[in-house]
């Protein structure tokens, strides 16, 4: 069995991490980048019965890097038993079912799926926000959830957060249909405060989409961003936004645990 996850700012990671260590720590973990998308990462899952997939959701959708993998590489997923795991700030509807779909549609067998609420992690909008405490909180009930559900998958009874038809209904008509364009090609509107920004080629180097490089003294943007806000979370100097105008707090999972 193999796990494999995107995440942006380490909160499906932190899940996937805690998910394994309960049910089976054989399985070996790889993260979803953009190396893996074109190498090592369709080879390793054709070695894989069964896998655990794991992503955010953005507007009840699958994040653009992920959606690319899962559909340009198509013929490795026939045949496999693939579990779900979605992480979200608030709602998903179907998070787990978008990937879903198209997983059936390649061949696959989803066996399960779960949704897992977490912190949020888009720091330059207020929407959403909460304080520490609450976020502390949040990532307790999650921790306690996987629990329950690992306990649950072990006696043979899987969890199927968001793999149903009304799952379907609300992901689609509580957010997808009004923000399908958020999430239906890479964004080019990071915006980033060249008097703020000291240079220092960090965002660069944690892109996950290769999206950031320094030209003729400045960070510049290439119009592939997927979302993820691991650079806006880890700028030091707050230089980098991407929907709002300001950043205002930044999002590490290790702090509310």
Known sequence: MIGIYFSGTGNTKYCL?????????????????SFCVLHTLPQKVTYHKDIIFAYPIYYSNLPKIVRDFICENSDVWKGKRIFII??????????????????????????GGLHLKMPDCICDVKALKRTPVQ?????????????????????GTPTKDGLGFLCHIAGFWGQ???????????????QIDTDACIKCGKCAVVCPMNNLSLSEDKM???GRCTLCYRCVNQCSKKAITILGEQVIFQHS?????
Not at 89 to 95: E, I, R, V
Not at 253 to 257: A, Q
Request: hydrophobic share 40%; charged share 25%.
């Open 253 to 257: 999972v290790s702090d509310f645990h």
């Open 135 to 155: 976020n502390k909180q949040i990532v307790i009930q999650t921790e306690e959830r996987i629990k329950s559900v690992v306990c649950n998958l072990k006696n």
């Open 176 to 190: 997808r249909l009004w923000f399908y364009r958020k999430t239906q090609e890479y964004s080019d509107k990071i």
């Open 86 to 111: 979605a992480t979200m700030g608030l709602f998903s509807g179907d998070g787990a079912g978008v990937s879903a779909r198209l997983f059936k549609r390649y061949g696959a067998q989803v066996w």
């Open 17 to 33: 991490e805690k998910f394994v260590a309960l049910y089976d720590r054989n399985i070996e973990i790889t993260p979803l980048l």
């Open 220 to 222: 510049i943007a290439d």
